[in-house]
């Protein structure tokens, strides 16, 4: 059991790269090589060349066309050096030219479908899209999403024509290492509009109202029809708000409940525009909130305590026959001049001293190696 049914050897430990929310909109996807309609609904706000602007005058000056890895900067060579199995990011941006935007939203964001490429050169796998943008555009703009992200090869999870398609997990079969499962879920507290949920003859997204234990059964019971053995299976949610270090006891208790059901060995946690803690909970990986990965928020004031700049690549490596964490590794970063570079010592410093003060409430050490800076957690192997 938990052997590849091909070769008949057991399967080796699978190492993933997480992040958070991945924004590739407005500002960024200005810079890019084939730059959409600048156009925004905001409030403030009625050109995305103005979060260009904002950034320039923080940061510096931008490149005026830049290639398609850009926005990736230097986590392309961690990820090169790293060589993770699967790639999972949260896309918080619709890539369309759809001009029907939400009405009752004050931020949309799109990418040019030209400008797919950024995803591609940074090796993605699997976009998340059960978030509070992927509709920014509409159901035309889900449509083209979908459809241009497939035609590029990469699996969407979250979000369908329908629901029973939003719903569906997003299978990445890997040789060698088994098949990773990936479910998503956007919640209303983390501003999901209900009005986005998927039904039976419209897109929308895989909608959760609330944390309630027969949720987490439900998605148990439906993890159980389509999991075989060896599958690794991570539960996507976009919950909560954007600021704040507290994990509500409700979603402590319904992460929980997704691990004790046997639906998730690991939980993908993003919505808050800065890092929270990690927990491992009878050795499966509990990440409450991934941070922002790439965004267009230069310039921008407030919430400076939070360090939104600040941000971490992910690396768990789980054991595929029975999904426990083997390890868990995180390499420090800082988004500036709209790229993802290595933070500065300073801003590893503060990534550490609050990772490790916001884990510890779970019972995780986090270890700094002083000479690459990348950090290893620490915690309680046996079964609690």
């Given at each position: 059991?938990?052997?590849?049914?091909?070769?008949?050897?057991?399967?080796?430990?699978?190492?993933?790269?997480?992040?958070?929310?991945?924004?590739?909109?407005?500002?960024?996807?200005?810079?890019?090589?084939?730059?959409?309609?600048?156009?925004?609904?905001?409030?403030?706000?009625?050109?995305?060349?103005?979060?260009?602007?904002?950034?320039?005058?923080?940061?510096?000056?931008?490149?005026?066309?830049?290639?398609?890895?850009?926005?990736?900067?230097?986590?392309?060579?961690?990820?090169?050096?790293?060589?993770?199995?699967?790639?999972?990011?949260?896309?918080?941006?619709?890539?369309?030219?759809?001009?029907?935007?939400?009405?009752?939203?004050?931020?949309?964001?799109?990418?040019?479908?030209?400008?797919?490429?950024?995803?591609?050169?940074?090796?993605?796998?699997?976009?998340?899209?059960?978030?509070?943008?992927?509709?920014?555009?509409?159901?035309?703009?889900?449509?083209?999403?979908?459809?241009?992200?497939?035609?590029?090869?990469?699996?969407?999870?979250?979000?369908?024509?329908?629901?029973?398609?939003?719903?569906?997990?997003?299978?990445?079969?890997?040789?060698?290492?088994?098949?990773?499962?990936?479910?998503?879920?956007?919640?209303?507290t983390a501003g999901v509009p209900q009005a986005w949920a998927a039904t039976a003859r419209r897109y929308g997204?895989?909608?959760?109202?609330?944390?309630s234990l027969e949720r987490a059964d439900a998605i148990a019971r439906r993890v159980a029809r389509g999991r075989?053995?060896?599958?690794?299976?991570?539960?996507?949610?976009?919950?909560?708000?954007?600021?704040?270090?507290?994990?509500?006891?409700?979603?402590?208790?319904?992460?929980?409940?997704?691990?004790?059901?046997?639906?998730?060995?690991?939980?993908?946690?993003?919505?808050?525009?800065?890092?929270?803690?990690?927990?491992?909970?009878?050795?499966?990986?509990?990440?409450?909130?991934?941070?922002?990965?790439?965004?267009?928020?230069?310039?921008?004031?407030?919430?400076?305590?939070?360090?939104?700049?600040?941000?971490?690549?992910?690396?768990?490596?789980?054991?595929?026959?029975?999904?426990?964490?083997?390890?868990?590794?995180?390499?420090?970063?800082?988004?500036?001049?709209?790229?993802?570079?290595?933070?500065?010592?300073?801003?590893?410093?503060?990534?550490?001293?609050?990772?490790?003060?916001?884990?510890?409430?779970?019972?995780?050490?986090?270890?700094?190696?002083?000479?690459?800076?990348?950090?290893?957690?620490?915690?309680?192997?046996?079964?609690?």
């Amino acid at each position: 059991m938990g052997e590849d049914s091909w070769s008949g050897i057991a399967p080796q430990p699978l190492r993933l790269f997480l992040c958070g929310d991945v924004m590739l909109g407005r500002g960024i996807d200005q810079i890019l090589p084939h730059p959409g309609d600048p156009q925004l609904f905001e409030p403030c706000v009625r050109s995305a060349a103005d979060y260009m602007k904002l950034a320039q005058r923080a940061t510096g000056k931008l490149p005026s066309a830049a290639g398609y890895a850009y926005p990736w900067g230097d986590a392309l060579a961690v990820l090169e050096e790293r060589q993770p199995q699967a790639r999972i990011i949260n896309l918080e941006t619709a890539v369309t030219t759809s001009d029907a935007h939400w009405p009752d939203k004050s931020v949309h964001y799109r990418m040019h479908p030209a400008n797919l490429a950024c995803l591609t050169e940074a090796g993605i796998d699997c976009c998340v899209l059960a978030n509070n943008h992927a509709l920014d555009w509409g159901s035309a703009g889900l449509e083209e999403t979908l459809r241009f992200l497939h035609d590029a090869g990469i699996r969407t999870a979250g979000a369908g024509r329908d629901a029973e398609q939003a719903a569906a997990a997003a299978i990445v079969d890997i040789a060698g290492h088994g098949r990773l499962l990936v479910y998503a879920y956007g919640c209303a507290t983390a501003g999901v509009p209900q009005a986005w949920a998927a039904t039976a003859r419209r897109y929308g997204i895989n909608f959760l109202p609330d944390y309630s234990l027969e949720r987490a059964d439900a998605i148990a019971r439906r993890v159980a029809r389509g999991r075989r053995a060896g599958d690794v299976v991570l539960i996507s949610l976009h919950w909560g708000g954007n600021w704040g270090f507290g994990v509500s006891s409700p979603e402590r208790a319904f992460a929980h409940r997704l691990i004790d059901a046997g639906a998730a060995d690991l939980i993908h946690g993003h919505s808050s525009h800065h890092i929270r803690g990690i927990e491992i909970y009878r050795g499966k990986p509990v990440l409450y909130g991934c941070g922002d990965f790439l965004n267009d928020y230069e310039g921008i004031r407030g919430h400076e305590n939070y360090r939104p700049d600040l941000t971490l690549m992910y690396f768990p490596v789980v054991e595929s026959t029975r999904g426990s964490l083997v390890e868990f590794t995180a390499v420090p970063m800082q988004i500036r001049h709209l790229r993802a570079g290595r933070a500065p010592q300073e801003g590893v410093s503060w990534l550490h001293a609050t990772l490790a003060r916001e884990s510890a409430r779970y019972g995780v050490d986090v270890e700094r190696d002083e000479h690459t800076n990348a950090f290893t957690l620490r915690w309680e192997r046996a079964a609690r």
